[in-house]
């Protein structure tokens, strides 16, 4: 599709007419940063949205206008925006102080929490992020087994660290992307997550693999699922082979049930790294797991069994105001059905939006399986009834989807009221109402007419 489609379409005009100061905060933007971007997921042709504030499930950009958000912090907002008991515990903390550079009382009540919810977490270390998480994983994994390949799948998202920066968007040859080294490459080995037998092959043909990790719901928490029966039979292989089972539950920790992904398959990864809702809004990660695993970060473990110890550091881990916004939201999660509540809400969305689909003849589909919607824009033109297409039946290379029509859409719907991120998929929180629901159903309507007044539906 030649490039005028965006250019002369009439739903990129209308945003850029609500949306001025934020092109305008976007010129200024592209004089300080690369593309004018803080994060690659935020980009959106023709320019980003500037937020002024939000609350709740909503959100407004710089010119006023509202939005039902489903971009939800990356994933980091199980209760939305500003829960007003996070902000009285983070502002309450912020008084007391932000950093200690010394133990407290906070950090030990949100690790005990980490204990209590997943599965796993025999031990646990905060890291600041996602990514930091992932790299300590694989550094214990090696560590621990003394074998230094990862397996990998491809599109399954760890962060941007050296080990995983190829293989999700593209070099898919397992070659390693610009800036990094080829050593680095070498020790990774990619499978396919919709190919057990290829990735059996994988797991069996080499005797210096030390992790398997995945997001075990499948890549995009869920945009290409994974099924429970892929991820046991990951797990007879690994147990067999003495591979360590990864888990990255970065998103799928305390959103896919309290108690992560491990929690809701019954499957027990030896690691899983966690961040995003673990942190209750504020930046920080974890990794957890094993006992026997974990304490190589153990002073007098390693020294007792004459092992080396690894060494870990990072400024910010465990933070004093992270680890507040931590603790009330892994208490939600704990002592009440935040995790449910945004399933059952996640839900109803994906059938509203599927009864408009229905209503409006468009062979596309809202799909999910927790609490989050993905929309299938079907670019193969496959026969589907909306409410009962099944993505477990496709294959990844199924999901492709046109960025032209992928821009047009997520724009008419921001145009109507609605945010989701850039892969057409959003997250549900416990405080989207059944309103916010109608308000976005309805956004999907109107957007889908916008497209089909131009042709493009
Ligand atoms: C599954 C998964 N793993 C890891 C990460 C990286 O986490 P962070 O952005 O905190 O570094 C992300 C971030 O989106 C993620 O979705």
Redesign the pocket.
């Known amino acids: 599709m030649p490039d005028s489609t965006l250019t002369n379409s009439r739903i990129v005009a209308a945003y850029r007419e609500k949306t001025r100061k934020s092109a305008a905060l976007a010129k200024q933007a592209g004089e300080i940063y690369p593309s004018g971007l803080t994060h690659d997921?935020r980009r959106l042709d023709p320019y980003c949205l500037y937020a002024d504030r939000a609350q709740g499930s909503r959100k407004w950009d710089v010119d006023g206008n509202e939005y039902v958000d489903y971009f939800g912090g990356?994933?980091a907002l199980l209760l939305g925006h500003n829960h007003p008991d996070i902000v009285k515990a983070v502002q309450a903390q912020a008084a007391r102080g932000t950093h200690y550079g010394s133990g407290h009382e906070l950090e030990i009540r949100w690790g005990r929490l980490v204990q209590k919810l997943i599965p796993c977490a025999e031990l646990v270390r905060f890291t600041?992020?996602?990514?930091?998480?992932?790299l300590m994983a694989f550094r214990l994994a090696r560590a621990f087994t003394g074998k230094n390949k990862v397996v990998r799948f491809h599109g399954?998202?760890?962060?941007?660290q050296d080990h995983?920066a190829f293989g999700v968007t593209d070099h898919f040859d397992g070659t390693p992307s610009t800036g990094v080294v080829p050593g680095i490459a070498d020790e990774i080995l990619l499978a396919p997550a919709d190919d057990i037998e290829e990735t059996r092959r994988i797991l069996t043909s080499h005797d210096d693999i030390a992790a398997v990790i995945l997001?075990p719901t499948g890549s995009?928490?869920g945009q290409v699922p994974v099924s429970k029966e892929f991820v046991a039979e990951l797990r007879r292989i690994t147990e067999k082979r003495g591979i360590l089972l990864i888990f990255?539950?970065?998103?799928?920790g305390f959103r896919a049930s309290k108690g992560g992904a491990q929690a809701h398959f019954g499957i027990m990864p030896d690691i899983a790294?966690l961040?995003?809702i673990l942190a209750g809004g504020l930046?920080g990660?974890a990794v957890c797991g094993r006992r026997d695993i974990l304490e190589l970060l153990d002073f007098d473990v390693t020294a007792a069994k004459g092992k080396e110890k690894i060494g870990h550091q990072g400024t910010f881990n465990a933070n004093p105001l992270s680890a507040a916004a931590g603790v009330v939201m892994l208490e939600a999660v704990d002592t009440t059905d935040a995790t449910g509540k945004a399933i059952a809400q996640a839900k109803k969305l994906r059938a509203k939006v599927n009864r408009v689909f229905e209503e409006e003849k468009v062979a596309w589909s809202a799909y999910g399986q927790f609490s989050e919607i993905h929309f299938f824009t079907n670019l193969s033109n496959m026969a589907l009834k909306p409410s009962s297409f099944d993505p477990f039946k496709l294959k990844r290379k199924d999901f492709k989807a046109d960025k032209i029509m992928v821009t047009r859409f997520r724009l008419g719907l921001m145009v109507n009221g609605m945010d989701i991120n850039g892969k057409l998929a959003g997250k549900v929180s416990a405080v989207h109402s059944d309103e916010d629901l109608d308000a976005s159903a309805e956004a999907v309507r109107k957007s889908v007419h916008m497209l089909k007044n131009e042709g493009a539906l």
């Open positions: 997921s990356h994933g600041s992020s996602g990514t930091e998480a992932n399954h998202f760890h962060g941007w995983v997001e995009g928490f990255d539950e970065v998103v799928a790294s961040a995003k930046p990660g």
